[in-house]
């Protein structure tokens, strides 16, 4: 059963940092590209980023702005997104999904609040 199970949501402040992760279990993680989405209510399913099964390739959604990085531990089944100078228009819930598209396997996702 493909389990994805997304962590490290919270409350901070602008310009603040947060660190995603996302444990996976129920498939072979390594076989698979990973991402980030996230969802606004109201709003679209929004691609955040995508890593590479080997972790040597990463795609960023232009808003990231190079705040963002994305990473794996395919030795844990990990996936992880580090967001640093997060902005009020970054708050979302936030989902790792398996593959490269909206349409792969999600779990439940992780609330991200940025707000003063």
């Known amino acids: 059963d493909v389990q994805l199970q997304a962590s490290g949501g919270g409350l901070v402040q602008p310009g603040g940092s947060l660190r995603l992760s996302c444990e996976a279990s129920?498939?072979?993680?390594?076989?698979?590209?990973m991402s980030w989405f996230r969802q606004v209510p109201g709003k679209g399913f929004e691609w955040v980023s995508t890593l590479f099964s080997s972790g040597g390739y990463a795609r960023y959604a232009g808003f990231v702005k190079g705040r963002f990085t994305i990473s794996r531990d395919n030795s844990k089944n990990q996936l992880y997104l580090q967001m640093n100078n997060l902005e009020p228009e970054d708050t979302a819930v936030y989902y790792c999904?398996?593959?490269?598209?909206?349409?792969?396997?999600r779990g439940q996702g992780t609330q991200v609040t940025v707000s003063s």
């Open positions: 129920g498939f072979t993680f390594n076989a698979y590209h």
């Open positions: 999904v398996r593959g490269d598209n909206a349409l792969g396997r």
